[in-house]
């Protein structure tokens, strides 16, 4: 009877927050946590990640952060020097052979755009051959979905060494989607959403600024870059591993054998004695020491050599970067106001200089008769935090609310898109005649304390396009 009790009381504890949650309205989903990053690599080539595991390995395992990588490339130019392979059979090799590397330092979310491997040392060869524009947006999207605190890149700069145009070129795109991830009017479409059904165009991610952009060289002199930012010691022992962190990266990087078998081979018969005395010597060892991040910018505050987690709170800076000015709203407060493509020209306008556009005096649209129409809505929340909501809603006689109004519980963000829809009755085309257009008022509160109103004027036609 006892274990009975006790059993109960554990699932009654697993369920209070459901049933508090229902008591308080309906839960409004955020963004799926499964892929949410601290620090997000950005590389070119599979083997490319290498470069930085050494702090990789550091942040995984001793400081608990969350890591996801992105190819540029598949790696189909490179040589195979295991097997014949070679083009797209060779990219699929090693693809797997990257898999495989990041699943060792426990790294599980990885992607790989579409870039082509382009053999030169000229950038700008590999942003023709890439397909530069659309490589941006698919970036861009994945910091989105992402949302790191950190991004590392390849750093965009001509330095004696393997200076591949591969490596250049993730620097740029890192970079510019760095600086365009938080743009409300950057690649709007990945933004919009919020539709309870299944939608094929509108991805309902968010806008996100990552705090920190840092590099690795690609030279052979890379004592030039010490002091550009900080730097950590490869050699250090890692506390819970008890293993230096190069050896943790070497490990990782015995998966790439099409492109160093003999040197894997080698290594892989030495003892760890032997190991050591290599990676500790100038001349044969993989990193150098220390390992040194090259300070790009940072929207937190801070100085090139502090820390890489400096100032970073876990959480997205609010606001969005238009042009390189920060807009903000002020923390603490809540508001509603209008999303979807009224929210957008807001910010397209503001951000182009081109407030002085005529446009309605009030949102407005036109739809078919006895079809839905819904009002797109973005809560801004306080600082970030959770939210607990009412809303409500006014239709004109005979429209029915079919959902939006109510309590709802809205996730820590800073920002949530909502939509109310409601239903439009079937006129005939006499009573259509005589129809003047309608509005719909939405307003929301949290905490008893008033969020805003929006306002939206509906006229009812005959046809129409889909809104």
Known sequence: MKKLSIAIIAIFSLLLPQLLTAQNGKSVRGADDRFKADILVVVAHPDDEAAATPYLARAMYD???RVAVIYGTHGGSGGNSYGRERAGA???????EARDACAKLGIKNVWFLDGKDTASQNVLNSLANWGHGANLERLVQLIRLTRPEIVIASMPGVFIGENHGDHQTTGVLATEAFDLAGNPTAFPEQLAGASPQREVYLENLGVWQPSKLYFYPDANDEKQFMGSGPAYSVLEVSPSQQKPYWRLALDAATTHMTQYPEDIDRILKLSDAEIERMMKDPNQGWWTEPETLIFGKSVVGGKPNDDVFANVTERNPLGANLGGQQIRWEPGQGRLVMGGPWGFYDSFLEAHGLTNLPEAKAPEIGIKSG????????????AGEAMQIKMQVEAPAGWKIASGQGEFALPAEDATEFRVQIDTPALSAEELKKTESQLITVRAESNGKPLGEVKLRVLLRHSALPQ
């Open 63 to 65: 400081l608990h952060k």
């Open 90 to 96: 060779l990219a699929d090799i090693r693809e797997i």
């Open 371 to 382: 079809t839905q129409v819904y009002v797109p809505l973005v809560i801004r929340h306080p």
